[in-house]
């Protein structure tokens, strides 16, 4: 994958203009997992700053996240404002809107993002059903680890406690070579 691929997907991309593909998303490079639905016990929101990087290179990109319980909704906008994207993930699946030509073709799926989003909120309950035999999800503390069937470190994702909820704050992929770097600026 490109620097520039690696960066919009994982910084909230969309793959077309709309569509309802089916949820999943790899865990690395040929595996293929379900998403949890994408109803949470308790609704929340976030405005978040992302960086991301890959190699040397740094991109930035605001997103809104919105949970409301029985879906989730994530915006992508420029640093300048700009409406990138839209995706809206429910019950009868995933729907994606592209909101400007600034973003380049030949993208990964959005579910790949929503993946990272979702590994990064939702509740282990909610995964363990999900992962392939031989793969682990564990919580340690404030770092969340996915590893694979022969215990190779695939995602690690770093939280702060903020009077006592764990936020996001990093996640490093191992297999695709990526960091985000999540700066929350409204709850």
């Not at 700009?82 to 809206?88: A, M, T, Y």
């Not at 059903?129 to 069937?149: E, K």
């Amino acid at each position: 994958m490109t620097m520039r691929s690696l960066f919009v997907l994982h910084i909230f991309l969309l793959g077309g203009c709309s569509s309802q593909p089916s949820p999943t998303a790899y865990l690395d490079k040929g595996t293929v997992m379900a998403l949890p639905a994408p109803v949470l016990a308790t609704p929340f929101s976030r405005q978040q700053l992302l960086t991301a990087t890959v190699g040397e290179s740094a991109h930035q990109l605001m997103t809104v996240l919105e949970a409301d319980g029985s879906q989730l909704t994530l915006v992508g906008l420029t640093p300048t404002g700009i409406r990138l994207f839209r995706v809206r993930y429910d019950q009868q699946g995933i729907a994606t809107q592209q909101l400007s030509p600034l973003l380049a073709t030949g993208m990964p799926p959005v579910t790949q993002v929503l993946a990272d989003v979702m590994l990064c909120y939702w509740p282990l309950a909610s995964w363990q059903p999900q992962l392939p035999p031989g793969w682990t999800l564990r919580d340690q503390g404030l770092t969340r680890r996915l590893r694979s069937p022969d215990g190779a470190l695939v995602t690690e994702i770093g939280y702060l406690d903020k009077g006592g909820v764990r936020e996001p704050v990093s996640l490093q992929q191992h297999v695709f070579h990526y960091r985000l770097q999540l700066e929350t600026l409204s709850q």
